[in-house]
C-alpha cells in the first residue's frame, strides 16, 4: 500500500522539484550550484522510482524497495559533493539562515557575512519589474535617474600594485582597443566579481593574484545604447610571470607617470581617489570613447 502511494504521489514530488529549480533560477548566480542539486536530487528520485514501478508490476515484495532505495543512493555517492550543499545556519558566524539561504545560496552565509564579503553587489533587488531601457538619448549625468538605471553588461578592472608601479594593459581587442587601461572584463555567470578581477588579470597578463580589494563602482551609459557597471579592484601581491596575450599587452608603469593621455577620459578623475584610498561611485556619459558628461560621488559612509 505505502509504494503504490509512493508510485502515484512521485509526479507531484518532481514537479515540487521543478518549481523549487524555476525559484532558485531568481537567485543566480548565487544559486548556480543549488539548481544544480535540486536537478540532481530529482533524478536520484527518479531511479528510486523506476524500482518501485518494477516491483509492482512484477508483483515482487515491497521490502524490495528498501534496498532499492539505498541502491539509488550509492547511485548519488559520485555526486554527494554537489548535492550536500543546504545548510540551516551560516558558515561563518553560525546565525541561523532563512528560507532564501538555505534553499537559493550556494555560499550559505547569511546577509550580513555575505554583504562583508561582497560590498559592491549588496544591492536590493527589485522583484517582477521590467528592465529600464537604457536611456541612450542622455548627454548629461543629470538626464539619467540612476535609481532606476540598469546596466546591460557588468565588468571588472584591476590594478595591481609592486611598490610604486602599477600593472597596466595596452588593450587589443573590444571596447577601448587601443587605450591603455587595467586588466579586466564581463562577470561571468557562476562568479562574483572579486572572482572575475582574479581570473582576468590571469587571462590577460599570466599573473595570478589571490586576493582583491573593492574600491569602487564605475557607471557607464554610453550613446549607442551600451550600459555598463564596473567594479574597480586593488591587488598588492601576485605570483607568476608577465607575458602578452591575444587580448593585452602588459606592462609596469610607475603610479607617478601613469599615461593619463591614452586611457579613458573618466580615468583621471577617480583613480586619484582610489590611490587615497576613498571610495567612490562614477558616473559617466561616452559617445564612442569621447567623455560628454561624469560625475563623481565620494562614499564617506563607507571605509576603503
Avoid at 49 to 61: D, E, K
Avoid at 100 to 108: F, G, L, Q, V
Avoid at 235 to 248: K, N, P, Q
Wanted: proline fraction near 4%; hydrophobic fraction near 45%.
Amino acid at each position: 500500500m505505502i509504494l503504490e502511494t509512493i508510485a502515484d504521489k512521485y509526479l507531484w514530488f518532481l514537479v515540487a522539484i521543478l518549481v523549487v529549480n524555476l525559484y532558485q533560477r531568481k537567485f543566480a548566480p548565487r544559486s548556480y550550484k543549488k539548481r544544480s542539486a535540486t536537478l540532481i536530487i530529482a533524478s536520484l528520485a527518479m531511479v528510486w522510482q523506476i524500482f518501485i514501478v518494477i516491483i509492482l508490476s512484477r508483483g515482487w515484495p515491497h521490502w524490495l524497495a528498501v534496498p532499492a532505495l539505498f541502491l539509488a543512493m550509492a547511485v548519488g555517492i559520485p555526486f554527494r559533493h554537489r548535492v550536500l550543499l543546504f545548510r540551516t545556519k551560516c558558515v561563518r558566524c553560525d546565525a541561523k539562515l532563512n528560507y532564501t539561504a538555505i534553499i537559493n545560496y550556494d555560499d550559505n552565509l547569511c546577509d550580513t557575512c555575505w554583504a562583508e564579503d561582497h560590498p559592491q553587489e549588496a544591492v536590493v533587488e527589485v522583484a517582477e519589474l521590467e528592465p529600464v531601457v537604457a536611456p541612450a538619448s542622455a548627454r548629461t549625468v543629470d538626464e539619467i535617474d540612476w535609481d532606476s538605471w540598469e546596466p546591460t553588461e557588468t565588468a571588472v578592472l584591476c590594478y595591481l600594485f609592486d611598490g610604486d608601479n602599477v600593472l597596466l594593459i595596452d588593450k587589443k581587442t573590444g571596447l577601448g582597443k587601443g587605450l591603455v587601461n587595467a586588466p579586466g572584463g564581463h562577470i561571468e555567470e557562476d562568479e562574483t566579481a572579486s572572482e572575475a578581477a582574479m581570473r582576468e588579470i590571469a587571462e590577460e597578463t599570466g599573473i595570478s593574484v589571490t586576493k582583491v580589494e573593492h574600491k569602487g563602482v564605475l557607471e557607464f551609459q554610453f550613446t549607442d545604447g551600451l550600459a555598463m557597471r564596473g567594479h574597480v579592484f586593488f591587488a598588492y601581491e601576485h605570483s607568476g610571470e608577465l607575458g602578452e596575450t591575444d587580448e593585452a599587452r602588459p606592462f609596469w608603469c610607475p603610479v607617478s607617470d601613469l599615461p593619463y593621455d591614452k586611457m579613458w577620459e573618466d580615468d583621471r578623475l577617480w583613480f586619484p581617489l582610489a590611490l587615497e584610498g576613498r571610495r567612490f561611485t562614477g558616473r559617466f556619459i561616452f559617445e564612442g570613447e569621447k567623455m560628454l558628461s561624469s560625475t563623481l560621488i565620494e562614499d564617506l559612509d563607507e571605509e576603503a
